[in-house]
């Protein structure tokens, strides 16, 4: 089975984001006892994998997207990593503004997606 460049690329990109909003957020609920620099350091050991998803990811989808195309996608797949680990990993209220929020991106990727 192969997939299309853009399945891949958004596939890496999606997890890619998995391990950037663990390396940003995952430290104020697990090491918020821990001086910032060893958070800053763990910070980076998990970004190292981020980058190593998301550099091919970009690249990848660079052959057949546009520059814009693959930062509203990025931008899209952050809110829909990101709403879930909230909510679940770090115990925040479901809220109403993330809706909106959604919407917006999806107004973005409609946009940047369409022809013409």
Known sequence: MQFSTVATSAGLLVASNVFMTFAWYAHLKELSSRPWWIAALVSWGIALFEYLLQVPANRIGFTEMSLPQ?????????LVV??????LYMKQPLKLDYLWASLC????????????
Request: glycine fraction near 8%; charge should be positive; charged fraction near 10%.
């Open 70 to 78: 693959l930062k509203i996608m990025q931008e899209a797949i952050t």
């Open 105 to 116: 991106i999806l107004g973005a990727i409609y946009f940047v997606f369409r022809s013409g």
């Open 82 to 87: 990101f709403v879930p680990f909230a909510i």
